[in-house]
């Protein structure tokens, strides 16, 4: 399967790892995520919050850029998915904003495409194909699947169940780990608080901490590298500021994925993470 692909201004820094993964993870699954040329911000950094114009013609211009390929659209970033799906949910909605972003970007957008997060494209897949694909299962390893805020809203966009999503969980089981029940899988992380305000977003990273500690998990899974930032980097402030001793590494599921799949730990940058993840490795090496 052919897709457009969007990597998002993180692939080469914060997120590099989970481009990585994807590329490689995918490649096994026989998804071919053709990258868009001259690709640009789309937007979900400030735009939103500066201008809605500013931020539909920043992600108009991709997809129209991934329209003139006919392919859909993905984008591993689940901000990055929410901006673009959104922009393309409003210029269908509004033929005057299509019309005045199309003059603004120089490209016509007309919407014949999707927009699909990486997640969704995997778990379209179906549970058979990736199985078949499985040379190493994620035997004894427990896992708590964490969506966060952007994957599972606003409805327009939504990708699964906002209170109870499931195809993460789906995923990581046919990669053989055990997927565990717990109660913050869709809690805000804080994220977009962190840079300004850790009174207020501190809290919110332990809260997840201490349910995925709580419900048993080696780790936490995610599909967001803003969320994986945030629930890797801050826990040693965590533990500084609150007084708690969290050792809980993050994972994005194409990197847990790729080690099912077969490759290599450190092609898929498992030894990059501020949270040492060798024990949880050693559990399915």
């Not at 990597?7 to 993870?25: F, H, I, K, Q, V």
């Not at 194409?254 to 024990?279: C, I, M, S, W, Y």
């Amino acid at each position: 399967m052919q897709l457009a692909y969007y990597p998002g201004c993180s692939w080469e820094t914060s997120g590099r790892e989970y481009d990585l993964s994807a590329r490689l993870a995918g490649g096994k699954l026989g998804l071919e995520f053709i990258e868009i040329k001259d690709w640009n911000c789309c937007g979900s950094s400030a735009g939103h919050s500066t201008s809605r114009l500013l931020a539909t013609a920043l992600a108009a211009r991709n997809l129209a850029l991934a329209e003139k390929m006919g392919l859909d659209l993905t984008a591993p970033c689940a901000s990055c998915y929410q901006r673009l799906a959104l922009a393309r949910h409003d210029l269908l909605a509004d033929g005057q904003l299509r019309k005045q972003v199309n003059r603004i970007t120089g490209h016509t957008f007309h919407g014949n495409m999707r927009v699909r997060s990486i997640l969704e494209v995997v778990a379209s897949l179906g549970g058979e194909h990736i199985a078949a694909r499985v040379v190493k299962p994620l035997r004894n390893l427990k896992v708590a699947a964490y969506y966060g805020c952007l994957l599972v809203r606003p409805r327009a966009v939504q990708v699964d169940d906002p209170e109870n999503p499931q195809m993460m969980e789906k995923i990581m089981a046919v990669a053989g780990a055990e997927v565990l029940a717990w109660s913050h899988k869709t809690e805000c992380c804080g994220t977009s608080l962190a840079m300004n305000n850790d009174q207020l977003a501190l809290p919110l990273v332990a809260g997840i901490l201490e349910a995925a500690s709580l419900s048993g998990a080696d780790c936490i899974v995610c599909a967001c590298p803003l969320c994986h930032f945030n629930l890797d980097y801050r826990q040693k402030k965590v533990n500084r500021v609150l007084g708690t001793g969290y050792q809980l590494p993050v994972f994005y599921f194409t990197q847990l994925l790729g080690v099912a799949l077969g490759l290599e730990p450190g092609r898929l940058g498992l030894f990059d993470h501020f949270v040492n993840t060798k024990p949880v490795l050693q559990l399915v090496s």
